[in-house]
């Protein structure tokens, strides 16, 4: 019931999505969006185009008087560089000057570069490396921001923070109070603590000056979840595996947790399991630890749900390594391209949309509904339902 779907590429005119499936009646603005999209671009260790960019959202369709319609939402992120490379991504073949097109033929290893040229028959690797290039997820940022925006009216909540970058951790374990979260938002890391925020500010400039990058883990935590959503009766119904999947979607991203995640296998059954309590005057079933990350059975059970992602260090780096040249075969240095030495920070934010992207596709299967009214009372019926269990 709902999806999108994405265009463009890294320096082209810009990047469009359009997102189907959100219920009628939601309450919407731009500036809600550009302001997701604005966190996405800040952090320590991001390259100098996001000093030329200026993300903000223009909505083309889906919403009127400020509220959704029910019918698809398009919107256009206009990309500021573009007037910097018109000739180089120009769309008709008359209006390329052939003697200003420099040609790339020096895959860079760890990127779609070398894959991306043989599948689809390119000459130029800058064919793979724009559409490639992590500038699309400003896209799903976008979308991102209207599902939350949507999963909110049911007082549900996404937030995200940095817990590792290179080999320096933060502090272990956290609650996203709100002067917990404020900290994370105000740090060029996401990070809670002071110390190790110092610590990596170091290691990233290490990393710039040696000409190299560094990758870290962030992660996601889903507060005020209803029991239900996903389900165990297909593969591909299952809530962890659509997020896992939704995460693994973002680029660079090498590996996803949920709960104790790799932890677990270390341990006996007995150190894993959450066990069940129930309190009489709410209600309701409870659990005292966490360890599954609010999911069971590819369900999620109450509990709030908690993944992390590790990022590998971006592929293109200042001092690049050996390639091998598309037409003379011969061993080359990668081509250089402008890029993050640390794109962590940034990634968690993109956490977050893709996660919301999920968490409201599976919020819509289960309670439907094509107005935003209708949602709610759905959803109120079926609180009523569990609650009388």
């Known amino acids: ?179 917990n979260y404020q900290l994370i938002e105000n740090s060029p890391l996401r990070c809670l603590s002071k110390a190790a925020e110092e610590e990596i500010v170091a290691l990233i400039d290490l990393a710039a000056k040696e000409g190299d990058s560094l990758g870290g883990v962030f992660e996601i935590m889903v507060t005020n979840l209803s029991v239900g959503l996903g389900s165990y009766i297909q593969w591909d119904l299952k809530l962890d595996a659509r997020l896992a999947r ?11 947790e949920i709960g104790l995640g790799f932890a677990a296998a270390e341990r006996f059954g007995s150190q894993v399991q959450d066990e069940i309590f129930y309190e009489e005057t709410n209600h309701q079933f409870y659990r005292k630890t966490n360890r599954a990350g609010g999911i069971e059975g590819g369900m999620s059970n109450g509990e709030p749900i908690v993944l992390r992602a590790a990022m590998k260090p971006i592929s293109t780096i200042a001092q690049p390594l050996k390639s091998v040249d598309l037409v003379s075969k011969k061993e080359v240095k990668a081509i250089k391209e402008r890029a993050d030495v640390c794109a962590v920070p940034a990634a968690s934010i993109i956490g977050e ?27 109120l019926n079926y609180m009523d339902y569990v609650k009388g269990k």
Not at 246 to 256: D, E, K, P
Not at 356 to 362: D, G
Request: a neutral charge.
């Open 353 to 379: 949309a893709v996660v919301a992207l999920e968490i409201a596709a599976a919020f819509r299967e289960k309670f439907g509904g094509d107005s935003l009214e209708e949602v709610k009372k759905n959803y």
């Open 1 to 179: 019931m709902l999806r999108y779907l994405t265009a463009g590429e890294s320096h082209g005119k810009g990047l469009m999505v359009i997102l189907e499936g959100i219920p009628a009646g939601l309450r919407l603005s731009s500036e809600e969006i550009d302001k997701e999209l604005k966190r996405r671009q800040v952090g320590y260790g991001r390259s100098p185009r996001m000093q030329i960019e200026k993300d903000e959202a223009e909505i083309l369709s889906g919403i009127r008087g400020g509220k959704t319609l029910g019918s698809p939402i398009a919107l256009m992120i206009k990309n500021l560089d573009w007037k910097n490379w018109q000739k180089m991504m120009a769309v008709e073949d008359s209006d390329m000057n052939s003697e200003s097109i420099q040609i790339l033929t020096r895959p860079r290893p760890g990127h779609a570069d070398l894959a991306g040229v043989i599948k689809y028959n390119l000459d130029d690797v800058r064919d793979v490396l724009e559409r490639a290039s992590a500038r699309e997820t400003a896209a799903r940022v976008a979308v991102g921001a209207i599902c939350k925006k949507f999963l909110a009216e049911f007082d549900l909540f996404i937030y995200s923070r940095v817990v590792q970058i290179g080999t320096v951790k933060d502090t272990p374990g956290w609650e996203p109070t709100a002067d």
């Open 246 to 256: 939704a995460l693994m979607s973002i680029q660079a991203i090498v590996g996803v």
